[in-house]
T-cell receptor, first 114, second 110 residues
Framework: GAGVSQSPSNKVTEKGKDVELRCDPI?????LYWYRQSLGQGLEFLIY????????KSGLPSDRFSAERTGGSVSTLTIQRTQQEDSAVYLC????????????FGDGTRLSIL | QKEVEQNSGPLSVPEGAIASLNCTYS??????FFWYRQYSGKSPELIMS????GDKEDGRFTAQLNKASQYVSLLIRDSQPSDSATYLC??????????FGTGTSLTVIP
């Protein structure tokens, strides 16, 4: 079965440009999470969607970051006016509803800001 | 602020030994506990989940949970060089929000 799909796998862009990262969760998974992981560091929570509820945006580091989830499925993370410190791997995960449901991760998007 | 603490390591064990990885968490309301393995340059993959106090075994892996002490651990028996990775502890609350530790780096020496 298909896992969490993220695209692009790699993105190189110039400072100041906007980027969009896409996540397609596992079918039937109502929860979707975005994380950022800098080299050698742990997972930094960004945002969490659960079904049709309002997303938990508490981890977004600045107003340059936004995310949406259309139709309860695909999600797009947008970073505006990128800065060099935005360079990292952006990971998406999804899970079924329920307290005992683990997250399943995509392969991530490696973002490099020149 | 809900916190999950792990020793960052690095933890080195000889091949065939038992590797013991530990994790503590701050939120007594936490419901579910997971261990993920992350190889360098790869995304985390789930290896164990545990929900009740006690031990849960899966092959060479044993997860241990003690809710009273707010402590969860992972034991890897007969460690292999292929077990060398960073191990992430994750704790989920009743709202399905996950909190990850920063991970423990494990090296198994042949």
């Amino acid at each position: 079965g298909a896992g969490v799909s993220q695209s692009p796998s790699n993105k190189v862009t110039e400072k100041g440009k906007d980027v969009e990262l896409r996540c397609d969760p596992i079918s039937g998974h109502t929860a979707l999470y975005w994380y950022r992981q800098s080299l050698g560091q742990g997972l930094e929570f960004l945002i969490y969607f659960q079904g049709n509820s309002a997303p938990d945006k508490s981890g977004l580091p600045s107003d340059r970051f936004s995310a949406e989830r259309t139709g309860g499925s695909v999600s797009t993370l947008t970073i505006q006016r990128t800065q060099q410190e935005d360079s990292a791997v952006y990971l998406c995960a999804s899970s079924r509803r329920g307290r005992d449901q683990p997250q399943h991760f995509g392969d991530g998007t490696r973002l490099s800001i020149l | 602020q809900k916190e999950v603490e792990q020793n960052s390591g690095p933890l080195s064990v000889p091949e065939g030994a038992i590797a013991s990885l530990n994790c503590t968490y701050s939120d007594r309301g936490s419901q579910s506990f997971f261990w993920y393995r992350q190889y360098s340059g790869k995304s985390p993959e789930l290896i164990m989940s545990i929900y009740s106090n006690g031990d849960k075994e899966d092959g060479r892996f044993t997860a241990q949970l003690n809710k009273a002490s707010q402590y969860v651990s992972l034991l890897i028996r007969d460690s292999q060089p292929s077990d060398s990775a960073t191990y992430l502890c994750a704790v989920a609350d009743t709202g399905n929000q996950f909190y990850f530790g920063t991970g423990t780096s494990l090296t198994v020496i042949p």
